[in-house]
């Protein structure tokens, strides 16, 4: 690292300290979702491939989440593999589902996060449903944040997915289909979605550039922030997290009011 490099991170160390220290704690965002984009992008801008890329976005979670943690999050979304994910060429797909794998193990060894998954898991192998069960079980009574793992997850998946199971659940009551569709309210689906315990997000972080949504918990961020971030995910700094809260904490919430 030369000396140019070595100036540019202590400036913005500094000035990564200087945000920290005017932000407002009572103004964090209690969830936050996460779409981390551009592991692709990032790896290929260095000459690499994307597995590397992947891994790099893997290495990134821990990072960010012990942020989290410093500033009083207490839910934190994040999504690995979308539904759509599973049209990737398969000598991307196999090492990618590995890594996440990886990350799910990790996540649930590490003795500070409680594990939840979220999405579709019948989609996905039978050795990574073993793996996220287990995730979830020896982390159940953690008390350190929330960290739902969006794998195999799509806004539009979940919301079919709470329908029928609506239907399943009224159907084992014997209650009649009429009477069901009188019932129903918004407060009935949200009780299950994947996140049917949670408050929805407060902000939603995207990386790279993108400035869409990709169908990522369609229902849960009906009234949430939005913060986009032209970084890739595998270079997301704690200064560009600082940034986000910081502009999350001035904006006026109305909730459609």
């Known amino acids: 690292m030369n000396l140019r490099d070595k100036l540019r991170g202590l400036l913005v160390r500094l000035y990564a300290r200087r ?101 579709a898991m019948d989609l996905l192998p039978a050795g990574m449903q073993a793996t996220l069960k287990e995730a979830e079980e020896t982390t159940a009574h953690t008390e350190g944040i929330v960290v739902n793992v969006a794998i195999g997850y799509g806004g539009r998946q979940e919301i079919a997915d709470a329908v029928r199971s609506m239907l399943f659940e009224a159907h084992d009551e014997g209650v009649a289909m009429a009477d069901l569709a009188e019932s129903v309210d918004i407060d009935m689906i949200g009780r299950h979605l994947y996140t049917s315990d949670q408050p929805d997000p407060d902000l939603v972080i995207r990386t790279s550039g993108e400035q869409r949504l990709s169908g990522f918990m369609l229902w849960q961020t009906a009234h949430s922030e939005y913060y986009f971030c032209d970084v890739y995910w595998p270079a997301f700094r704690k200064v560009d997290f600082l940034r986000a809260l910081r502009d999350y904490a001035a904006r006026h919430r109305r909730f459609g009011g």
């Open 19 to 119: 945000v920290e220290g005017h932000l407002d704690h009572d103004q964090v965002p209690k969830h936050i979702g996460v779409i981390m984009d551009g592991n692709r992008r990032w790896a290929k801008a260095s000459g690499s491939t994307a597995v590397h890329g992947h891994r790099a976005g893997a290495d990134k979670i821990e990072e960010f989440l012990g942020w989290c943690s410093e500033t009083d999050v207490e839910v934190v979304t994040l999504w690995l593999l979308s539904t759509d994910n599973f049209d990737r060429p398969q000598d991307e797909l196999g090492p990618l589902l590995g890594i996440i794998e990886d990350v799910v193990r990790t996540l649930a060894a590490d003795g500070r996060w409680r594990v939840h998954h979220v999405g």
